[in-house]
């Protein structure tokens, strides 16, 4: 079964940057797999943010992190990462990290599309 471990968060000021980190485990080939983060703020539903694909070519961002967030694939280290620069407060939110085995060029943006998640990593920004 595969498993992924979020690890990143942290309480920052308007303006800086974080990277969150998704660590993940039990499948074969990381290349088989979309993975993807979504975030939910207290009281609200769970919001797609960034996917990439098992190439780790494709990739799509929501209008609300375009230009600010950066997600990227490391094979090796089984390992998917989001550079979040120029924070701001509307950010704040547990982010988690989701996956589910895809196609080539499958990237998925729907919640409900994902099989596996991480338990989440709190990421608050202060203004």
């Known amino acids: 079964q595969v498993q992924l471990v979020e690890s990143g968060g942290g309480l920052v000021q308007a303006g800086a940057s974080l990277r969150l980190s998704c660590a993940a485990s039990g499948y074969t080939s990381d290349l088989l797999y979309a993975m993807a983060w979504f975030r939910q703020a207290p009281g609200k539903g769970r919001d797609f943010v960034a996917v990439?694909?098992?190439?780790?070519?494709?990739?799509i961002y929501a209008d609300s992190v375009k230009g600010r967030f950066t997600l990227s694939r490391d094979i090796g280290k089984n390992s998917v990462y989001l550079q979040m620069n120029s924070l701001k407060p509307d950010d704040t939110a547990a982010y988690y990290c989701a996956a589910v085995k895809a196609p080539w060029s499958y990237t998925p943006i729907a919640e409900q599309q994902y099989d596996f998640w991480g338990r989440g990593t709190q990421v608050t920004v202060s203004s």
């Open positions: 990439i694909g098992p190439s780790a070519v494709h990739t």
